[in-house]
């Protein structure tokens, strides 16, 4: 499935395969987010697909957003692919869903 993100009501929503592919669009997408807000909340609850380059690309986002002070809200701990991919890849530290 083709990638799209969606805002829903402020929460910005990954859809679809989140692979080598398309993480340019993400990381991209949520950089400018970054630059612009203070609290940026990304939900990754319908993601079907995700590799590791995609998880190299969340790692920088969330580290861009430690480095400069703003408040990232990771969603999706409760989808089975993405959680074992974190797991897998020691970056459960990621998720935050306490907004």
Known sequence: ????????????????????QNTKKVK????????????????????????????DVLNDIHKKA?????VLFVLGQDNETVSNAFFQNQLTHIFRDDY
């Open 28 to 55: 991209n997408y949520f950089n400018y987010l970054l630059d612009h807000y203070e609290e940026v909340v990304m939900c990754l609850k319908r993601v079907q697909k995700i590799d590791h380059t995609a998880l």
């Open 1 to 20: 499935m083709k990638l799209q993100i969606q805002n829903t009501q402020g929460t910005f929503e990954v859809i679809g395969n989140f692979t080598s």
């Open 66 to 70: 430690c480095r400069r002070s703003k």
